[in-house]
């Protein structure tokens, strides 16, 4: 219950912050010098927030796609042989760092958002990969042997059974995504893209905590969001299918 108080009450302060930044110029005031600016207006934060937020949907969205199809069809007779080069696709973005993927992508695909959904694209893959193959192949096999008497075919057999199954794992996969994702997204603004990474870097090149702290602050509240929000998507999906 106290967690959800907090949680509601880190929310309330998120959404009148961003809609108003200016009525917490007392906030940041402390930690600023030389007369600096306590709040960054260089660029709506609300804007920032609903472009960082956007970038990361589409590459959780497009990382979860590709890596629920791979784990599908390893996971299938005819798939089985190239688990291994699905494993070392999917391991690509945890391989390199977000930053060297950045710096590849610069010169062919240009400055902006492009480069920096390629980079939460690839590193995004592997979370959602392995938490399917663990959810498909770890199925209670009482049910798995009732599926098999019922006489479901194989495509039956996903969608009714191993998908519902898998899907509070699959969740759990994605929340790890989505929460890496979006502080990895901070990382986009050194090459353009909109992000919250814009009001931290303006920060560190003026030497301006304040505008440090706001950053760090939207995305971690955020973050903290996206967290609770996937763990009772996922308790749910528990409970639908007997879990818990």
């Given at each position: 219950?106290?967690?959800?108080?907090?949680?509601?009450?880190?929310?309330?302060?998120?959404?009148?912050?961003?809609?108003?930044?200016?009525?917490?110029?007392?906030?940041?005031?402390?930690?600023?010098?030389?007369?600096?600016?306590?709040?960054?207006?260089?660029?709506?934060?609300?804007?920032?927030?609903?472009?960082?937020?956007?970038?990361?949907?589409?590459?959780?969205?497009?990382?979860?796609?590709?890596?629920?199809?791979?784990?599908?069809?390893?996971?299938?007779?005819?798939?089985?042989?190239?688990?291994?080069?699905?494993?070392?696709?999917?391991?690509?973005?945890?391989?390199?760092?977000?930053?060297?993927?950045?710096?590849?992508?610069?010169?062919?695909?240009?400055?902006?958002?492009?480069?920096?959904l390629v980079a939460l694209f690839l590193y995004g893959l592997l979370p959602v990969f392995e938490n399917t193959l663990a959810g498909l192949?770890?199925?209670?096999?009482?049910?798995?042997?009732?599926?098999?008497?019922?006489?479901?075919?194989?495509?039956?057999?996903?969608?009714?059974?191993?998908?519902?199954?898998?899907?509070?794992?699959?969740?759990?996969?994605?929340?790890?995504?989505?929460?890496?994702?979006?502080?990895?997204?901070?990382?986009?603004?050194?090459?353009?893209?909109?992000?919250?990474?814009?009001?931290?870097?303006?920060?560190?090149?003026?030497?301006?905590?304040?505008?440090?702290?706001?950053?760090?602050?939207?995305?971690?509240?955020?973050?903290?969001?996206?967290?609770?929000?996937?763990?009772?998507?996922?308790?749910?999906?528990?409970?639908?299918?007997?879990?818990?």
């Open positions: 219950m106290t967690g959800r108080i907090l949680l509601a009450a880190a929310t309330l302060f998120l959404l009148a912050f961003l809609i108003s930044p200016t009525s917490f110029a007392w906030l940041f005031e402390p930690v600023t010098r030389n007369n600096a600016p306590a709040i960054y207006t260089q660029t709506p934060l609300w804007s920032l927030t609903l472009s960082h937020l956007g970038l990361v949907a589409l590459a959780v969205a497009a990382s979860t796609v590709i890596a629920l199809v791979l784990a599908i069809l390893v996971t299938r007779p005819a798939g089985r042989e190239f688990l291994p080069l699905a494993r070392i696709i999917t391991s690509v973005g945890q391989t390199f760092p977000p930053v060297a993927v950045l710096a590849l992508a610069v010169p062919v695909m240009g400055f902006g958002a492009g480069p920096t192949t770890n199925q209670p096999p009482k049910i798995t042997e009732g599926a098999r008497g019922m006489g479901l075919t194989q495509a039956q057999r996903l969608w009714q059974v191993d998908l519902p199954l898998a899907l509070p794992v699959i969740l759990t996969g994605m929340r790890l995504t989505a929460v890496i994702s979006l502080g990895t997204a901070t990382i986009g603004s050194t090459v353009a893209a909109r992000t919250l990474g814009e009001v931290i870097i303006a920060g560190l090149l003026s030497s301006n905590t304040a505008f440090v702290l706001q950053g760090g602050m939207v995305v971690g509240i955020i973050a903290v969001m996206i967290y609770e929000g996937f763990q009772r998507l996922e308790r749910i999906a528990a409970r639908r299918v007997g879990l818990t």
